[in-house]
């Protein structure tokens, strides 16, 4: 990424003024629910995160992560850490690479919103996609580490990890079509678009005939994974507000949809020498994906692409109406807030692709 990148969002620094809470409360709650603490706390708040304010917690029994509600008003069913902490108790069971949950925390009163608590896992982080400092015979590599981590996600059985009940039942694209419209349209503090009502339109009226359905991340991208220090190996994957039931497909569409994400606003390749980089094109990469899932290939690979693209510029809309109210988590929220509008634009073009 360039506008918002490395330097941009990884660490942490100063709690900001309008994410403060009084850390003897949560050093209280921390001695009742997580085993093994001891105090002092300190708190620094970590630089990335739109969505839930996420903060670094250390102590002499360790470091831990903190992620919670974002303080004063927010959309029903948004900013779900309780779902956060359940997905990830869930697959960390099953074998898959998440970090390991302490303690969720519902009452309000401890720190002024529901919050969890999970272990700091440490390695890398690129929030660039050209992932710099690796080297060329390497870089492969990690992105054959995040196709095999996705594909691997998308294999869990649901039901047999406690999960049936994580999301509703088919109908993925309408009901996630008609939550982000409904959010978009809600939002009037953010104004509209007219490529955004125009999406609004004809997604609906062009869905897939079949939809599959899995555990699916919602934002697997590889600024929100964390990779061993040396190795082309995925540790943890982060940020699971966004997961649910849904379509693998779509799942997956919004990862490769790096390949057309312009650097500038989140971890993408467009515009990129892949074959100087020596990362595997698109093709490649889809047919990697759907050889480790059992698939022949992807049908209407662009109407994925135009969802993605939507959900994508949804959410962008609804960090400028946060930005715009004063509780946007990040502090570079309105650098993302500016890219709303290239993103209805891209989900755009993807629709006429399709037409």
Known sequence: MSA???DANSGAGDVRDAM??????????????VAGFRGPLTVSQFKGGQSNPT??????????VLRRKPPGEILKGAHAVEREARVQQALRAAGFPVARIHGLCVDESVIGSWFYVMELVEGRIFWDATFPGVADDQRARYFDAMNATMAALHRIDPGAIGLADYGKSGNYF?????RWSRQYLDDTDAGRDAHMDALIEWLPANLPAD?????VHGDFRCDNMIFHPTQPVVVAVLDWELSTLGDPLADFAYHAMMYQMPPHIVAGLAGADLTALRIPDERSYVRDY???TGRTGIENWPFYIAFNFFRMAAIFHGIKGRAIRGTAASEHARERAESFPVLAELAYRAMKECQ
């Open 4 to 6: 918002v990148g490395q």
């Open 20 to 33: 403060r809470f009084e850390s003897a409360a949560l050093e209280r709650w921390m001695h009742e629910h």
């Open 55 to 64: 903060y670094r917690l250390e102590s002499p029994s360790g470091s831990y």
């Open 174 to 178: 309408a009901r996630q079509i008609g």
């Open 211 to 215: 939809e599959a359905s899995s555990v």
């Open 290 to 292: 759907c050889a480790r």
